[in-house]
């Protein structure tokens, strides 16, 4: 038995060991499992972003459309700009009491990279309120 030996003595003193067997079996499938369900955390998956029914943004004249096309060309208000001039514009608009809102459009081949630069540029800049600007999704087929 693990909890003492069979000897009658008044000195034998009950066993104090844990019986690791379980835990090693229960450590060793814990182990399989990991070692399962990790490739599955670090695979990659091409997402096609959905278009999306949403109401229309609000246009006032503190709004700063921002456009980028897919080879990365950045258009202020449908003028292209540099991203030098970029930071610069977010730059002074950041400095305004009253911080316009920055509607970004970004073609749907854009890499991820460049609109990146344009939030982070953004946000050095102070500006807080940045919405992301998509399609509508095509009208329903009615039958």
């Known amino acids: 038995m693990a909890f003492g030996g069979l000897e009658k003595k008044q000195?034998?003193?009950p066993m104090a060991e844990?019986?690791?067997t379980p835990l090693i079996d229960v450590m060793l499938v814990l182990l399989v499992i990991?070692?399962?369900t990790a490739p599955l955390f670090s695979h990659a998956i091409r997402l096609d972003l959905p278009k999306v029914a949403a109401a229309p943004a609000r246009q006032t004249p503190q709004t700063?459309?921002?456009s980028i096309d897919g080879a990365g060309k950045l258009y202020w208000n449908g003028k292209p700009i540099t991203l030098a001039q970029m930071r610069a514009q977010f730059a002074e608009a950041g400095k305004r009491a009253d911080q316009p809102d920055l509607q970004l459009r970004a073609e749907r081949s854009t890499r991820y990279e460049v609109i990146?630069?344009?939030m982070g540029a953004a946000q050095q800049a102070g500006l807080e309120r940045i919405g992301f600007v998509t399609?509508?999704?095509p009208?329903?087929?009615q039958h």
């Open 11 to 13: 000195t034998a003193a």
């Open 116 to 118: 990146a630069q344009v």
């Open 18 to 20: 844990i019986n690791m």
């Open 139 to 141: 009208p329903a087929a």
């Open 64 to 66: 700063i459309s921002l």
């Open 135 to 137: 399609d509508p999704p």
């Open 34 to 36: 990991f070692i399962i």
